[in-house]
């Protein structure tokens, strides 16, 4: 295998370096409970993926019981 003869300088490091970023995620509002999400995913509060319920999620339940 071989070796670098030579030390990478600092420029051509940070060079490399200046593209290697996070990218900021895709976020839509959900139709139906207009909070933010990530595109084509199920919304995470209130568990509905293109107009139907996909998941049903226990802590809505848990908040209704205890207002009632």
Do not use: F, W
């Not at 593209?19 to 509060?45: F, G, Y």
């Amino acid at each position: 295998m071989a070796n670098p003869k030579y030390k990478t300088s600092r420029s051509k490091t940070r060079r490399r370096r200046a593209n290697i970023n996070l990218d900021v995620p895709n976020l839509v509002e959900c139709p139906h409970c207009h909070q933010m999400k990530l595109a084509h995913r199920a919304c995470l509060s209130c568990g509905y993926y293109k107009g139907r319920e996909v998941i049903k999620l226990e802590a809505e339940k848990t908040k209704t019981k205890a207002k009632a």
